[in-house]
């Protein structure tokens, strides 16, 4: 290790990750090193995530950075020497009557954007999605009324759209770094870093959990949902930190429905934002818990699968009744308080220090158009492939937040 770098990546994540091998890539020439705490890289958010991609968006910041992403991991597994499980199986969200009307008005953006989308009707959806009743009849009219059914009217599918290894991506980018820039670039885990330190506010250097002092010419926050800790450890005050706060997210694996063809499903969003995707031979099921309280506990709850998810799917899905948990997990979500969107680039009153956060929900899928623009804003001071302005620190004191309507 050495006494200082050019560059300090904290966070070896899939956003550091993307961050370190574009960085190189661009040809910054210094001396670059990461710092992760773990004992192998990204095996905390990133190792839980759902993986999933869409270029399904309402805003054009979203469209830009996952059209961008989508094609790059297209061909990552032959780029980067690694499997990461790509597959485009497509993506359907559906919607009652009032939304559905809301939902179409986007389409003509996403045909103006070249993403290929489709409407589909309710006897579509129910043949992509066996064994899915989009009607209510079916249904106890009590639970209707107590639950808040309707009749599914329409769905928005997205056939490009899909799921990657996220965690897998990271080491891929790693791995390549450290091959092709080996006498410029460190990675090191189990290593922690305490506290970023600066010098009248421009970055100065970190200090390590075990009391070393480093030097770092810039410094890029990729901590996920622990960076607001680090930021308010190294003396930022509340208005100068992360809006954003850890909000446990939970995945269930289950069986699959007692019809067949799950195999080809896409993944599907239906009532109360439940949204289910094959996975190798079972069904991983999801649910945002509105009720959820910020915080660091990552503990899953099979009694939230059974009262809160479980229920609502088998009344969508008869033939669901019988998904039972296999396994299951949680993690944190760097959740984005103002606009539920990430936060990239440099802050504006800490000269040198560049933040890659708060990407709530779809860290995964932007992570390769956040390192591109992230590398490009430090080795030629402004964006070119994607213009990531709009997910600047100083939005939310400007007001201008990223609005995006189609989410889950
Ligand atoms: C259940 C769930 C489902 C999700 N599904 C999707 C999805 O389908 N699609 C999608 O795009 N996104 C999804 N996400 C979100 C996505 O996983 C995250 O946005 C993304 O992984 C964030 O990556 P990251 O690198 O910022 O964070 P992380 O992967 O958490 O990486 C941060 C790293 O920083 C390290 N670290 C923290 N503090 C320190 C320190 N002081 N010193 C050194 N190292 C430190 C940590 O150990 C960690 O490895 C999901 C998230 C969850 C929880």
């Known amino acids: 290790m050495r006494d200082s770098y050019d560059l300090v990546i904290i966070g070896g994540g899939v956003i550091g990750a993307s961050a370190l091998w574009n960085i ?12 992760e705490r773990g004992d192998a890289l990204a095996e905390e958010t990133s190792a839980k995530s759902a993986g999933a991609f869409r270029n399904l968006w309402g805003s054009r910041i979203n469209l830009d950075m996952c059209n961008y992403s ?8 032959k780029d980067f ?9 497509g993506y359907l969200f559906t919607f009652y009557e009032k939304r559905w009307n ?13 993403v290929r989308s489709e409407l589909l009707s309710p006897e579509e959806i129910e043949k992509r999605v066996p ?17 808040g059914f309707e009749p599914i009217t329409g769905g928005l599918f ?19 770094t450290e091959r092709e820039y080996s006498s410029s670039v460190e990675v090191h885990l189990r290593t922690e870093v305490k506290r970023i330190e600066f010098d009248n506010n421009k970055v100065k250097g970190i200090e390590l959990s075990n009391g070393r002092r480093i030097g770092a010419g810039m410094l890029v926050v990729a901590a996920g949902p622990w960076s607001m800790q680090l930021l308010a450890a190294s003396g930022l005050r509340d208005d100068e930190n992360l809006p954003v706060e850890p909000l446990k997210r939970q995945l269930f694996i289950t069986n699959l429905p007692d019809v067949p063809g799950y195999e080809h499903i896409p993944l599907t969003i239906i009532d109360r934002g439940i949204y289910f995707k094959y996975e190798t031979g079972n069904l991983q099921i999801g649910r945002a818990d509105p009720e959820q309280k910020p915080g660091f506990d990552q503990s899953p709850s099979l009694a939230y699968y059974k009262d809160e998810v479980a229920p609502y799917m088998q009344e969508r899905i008869p033939a669901a009744a019988h998904c039972n948990v ?26 040198g220090l560049y933040l890659a956060n708060g990407w709530s929900g779809h860290g995964a899928m932007v992570a390769p158009a956040a390192g591109v623009a992230l590398a490009e804003l430090i080795t030629q001071g402004s964006y070119k492939t994607v213009d990531a302005r709009p997910l600047r620190f100083e939005r939310f004191a400007e007001q201008d937040l990223v609005h995006e309507e189609i989410v889950i």
């Open 81 to 89: 020497s690694i499997p990461i499980g790509f597959h485009k199986h």
């Open 131 to 147: 064994g899915l009743k989009a009607g209510v009849s079916h249904m106890d009219p009590d639970i209707v009324e107590f639950a």
């Open 102 to 114: 809301e939902i179409k008005a986007y389409k003509p953006n996403l045909d103006a954007a070249g």
């Open 158 to 176: 997205g056939p490009d759209c899909g799921s990657f290894d996220p965690s897998a991506a990271a080491k891929g980018y790693v791995e390549r």
């Open 326 to 351: 296999k396994n299951m997990w949680a993690g944190l979500y760097s959740m984005t308080l103002p606009d539920h969107n990430g936060i990239l680039g440099q802050h504006p009153s800490y000269p």
């Open 70 to 77: 989508i094609r790059f991991l297209e061909t990552f597994e």
């Open 24 to 35: 190189k890539a661009q040809g910054f020439k210094g001396n670059v090193a990461l710092f």
